[in-house]
């Protein structure tokens, strides 16, 4: 397994995508100020209420980072190149270094819209 986990990485710093995929780390602060950055692509308005924003006030750290975590499961069985394409396909451009470098808190902000659009309609 730390064979596999080298190659790659390795591989990954290869092609010039190296990003630690670091679930620990997430605040809400950051979270949220990436939300505010891309408001315009993840913004879940009904009757006035910004699901979102609650939802990042609301929600306990480690249920958020627990959506980084089931995030990296995507990262590390599909790799970054992926992900970026994935996002691109749901929201349109992005630039790439911007991508990864907020990729768990993007992650985290997709899930949350996926989440709750599915739940209002």
Same mark, same amino acid.
């Given at each position: 397994? +730390?064979?596999?986990?080298?190659s790659l990485a390795l591989a990954i710093s290869i092609n010039g995508y ?9 605040? $809400? ?8 950055? &891309? ?9 006035? !209420? ?16 627990? !959506?980084? !975590? ?5 990262? &590390? &069985? ?10 691109? $396909? ?17 992650? !985290?902000?997709?899930?949350? +819209? ?8």
């Amino acid at each position: 397994m +730390k064979k596999y986990i080298f190659s790659l990485a390795l591989a990954i710093s290869i092609n010039g995508y190296c990003q630690e995929f670091n679930c620990t780390d997430i605040t $809400r602060f950051k979270l949220y100020n990436i939300y505010q950055q &891309n408001e315009g692509i993840f913004r879940v308005k009904k009757d006035n !209420i910004d699901y979102i924003s609650n939802i990042i006030s609301r929600t306990k750290i480690e249920t958020l980072r627990q !959506i980084c !975590i089931n995030n990296w499961n995507n990262y &590390n &069985n599909y790799g970054i190149q992926y992900m970026f394409e994935r996002y691109i $396909r749901n929201y349109g451009y992005i630039d790439k270094n911007y991508y990864i470098e907020n990729i768990q808190y993007l992650e !985290i902000l997709s899930y949350l +819209k996926f989440s709750i659009q599915k739940r209002l309609n």
